[in-house]
């Protein structure tokens, strides 16, 4: 019997031996599905859907307190960990915004943004009806301050997508909820601002608004402005990304309500935007070669919204001179596949879990909890584009860093005295 299996594979193989090696691959090729490349577009829209959806889907259907993991860090403080509810609501809408500001259309992009955009806004008012499953909580701690401004964000970014489609009533509740947050005082840090944007979102759909607390940010982070684009989160200068998380973003979007509004001088606004545009010299620069970007400071668990700054300014169509769209595309196409296609960013549900590249707990702040992650949704701001923009349209471009470290030109870079 051995013999005879030896002679058959024997003949098997002589047989194949005269086989043309055309003919082989021709027919692998018929047997083997192929596999289309994506381009960067798709590449970030269905990773967005991906890490959004979550939380969008469970909360269109009332189910995202019951499906939501409540993971927290090791290390968590004494605040009741429910706020992660608010925390995933804020942020993913937040992020989301522009993209689901773009017209309808008939392609898979518009289908599927079509669906996240219903669901958005019926979880919108699914999470502010009184006695929902999923009725988000303002009326004690102070972490809803920061939440609320992510929200605000968010309705800034997209008022027809997602505030004008709300139900009368979900609009006073969030009215109102909003100002119920006036009896607590944002810490005096880059919280400010959560205040300021909260206010300039009320002060958008003509309700009376608290000068105090829409001033008071903006007034102090200038205050504690440090020169060559980073502000001081407080007194100090925090060398992390709260400058990409929070500060140059609210900065500039709560000024340009304020000069819509008359309520101050444009070149306020425009300062803050050139300083704004400064710090994503720095942030376009920091990308390795390989697309990966340094882990320092705290709050790193919020992975890409790191690079919310470059993905604002290249939403707006500001990118400083020397940087063309394209490059910032790649660089950070390649930054979010090093980073999301590491085995356990995501858990088998399809949530993020704690950690920078990866499932890594034990470096989680003790603010932070499962909701808290979904500030990774900022830095896909560039998809409120059009596909036609040239931030998509325009072909490969290497960035800077991948230049330098290829022995190739590129621009000089010099401090800035505003």
Not at 318 to 333: D, E, F, H, S, Y
Request: aromatic residues 12%; proline residues 6%.
């Amino acid at each position: 019997m051995k013999r005879r299996n030896f002679l058959t594979a024997m003949s098997i193989a002589g047989l194949t031996g005269i086989i043309k090696p055309e003919t082989v691959l021709a027919e692998e090729k018929k047997n083997k599905k192929a596999i289309k490349p994506i381009n960067d577009r798709t590449y970030w829209y269905q990773l967005l859907y991906k890490i959004a959806n979550p939380v969008v889907s469970n909360l269109a259907a009332g189910t995202l307190v019951k499906n939501m993991p409540l993971v927290t860090s090791p290390t968590f403080d004494s605040r009741s960990p429910k706020v992660s509810y608010l925390e995933a609501v804020g942020r993913t809408y937040a992020g989301i915004a522009p993209w689901l500001a773009l017209p309808d259309d008939d392609t898979d992009e518009g289908k599927l943004r079509k669906k996240m955009r219903v669901e958005a806004v019926k979880g919108l008012d699914n999470c502010f009806a009184n006695g929902s499953p999923d009725q988000l909580t303002f009326n004690r701690d102070a972490q809803p301050i920061v939440d609320a401004a992510y929200l605000a964000h968010a309705f800034l970014r997209a008022p027809k997508a997602l505030w004008e489609p709300l139900k009368v009533e979900t609009k006073q509740s969030i009215i109102a909820s909003f100002k119920s947050l006036r009896n607590r005082k944002p810490f005096k840090s880059n919280w400010l601002l959560f205040g300021s944007i909260t206010e300039a979102f009320l002060l958008t759909v003509g309700e009376d608004i608290d000068k105090e607390r829409l001033n008071e940010g903006i007034v102090k982070l200038n205050e504690w402005y440090k020169g060559d684009g980073w502000y001081g989160d407080g007194p100090n200068l925090a060398f992390d990304y709260y400058n990409s998380f929070v500060i140059h973003p609210m900065m500039v979007d709560t000024l340009a309500v304020l000069v819509k509004h008359q309520m101050i001088e444009p070149a306020k606004y425009e300062l803050a935007l050139k300083r704004m545009q400064r710090y994503a010299v720095g942030q376009e620069r920091m990308i390795s070669p390989e697309g990966t970007f340094p882990p320092i400071g705290r709050s790193i668990t919020y992975r890409t919204s790191a690079f919310q700054v470059l993905s604002q300014v290249a939403l707006m169509n500001k990118l400083p001179k020397g940087i063309n769209p394209a490059q910032v595309r790649c660089a950070l196409t390649l930054v979010k596949k090093n980073m999301y296609d590491v085995k356990g960013t995501f858990d088998d549900k399809g949530w993020l879990q704690l950690g920078f590249c990866g499932h890594q707990p034990e470096i989680a702040d003790y603010y932070t909890s499962t909701g808290s992650l979904y500030m990774a949704t900022l830095s896909f701001l560039p998809l409120g584009l059009p596909a036609t923009d040239p931030f998509w349209s325009a072909p490969f471009a290497e960035w800077t860093a991948k230049k330098a470290w290829s022995a190739k030109s590129f621009p000089k870079d010099y401090h800035v005295d505003y």
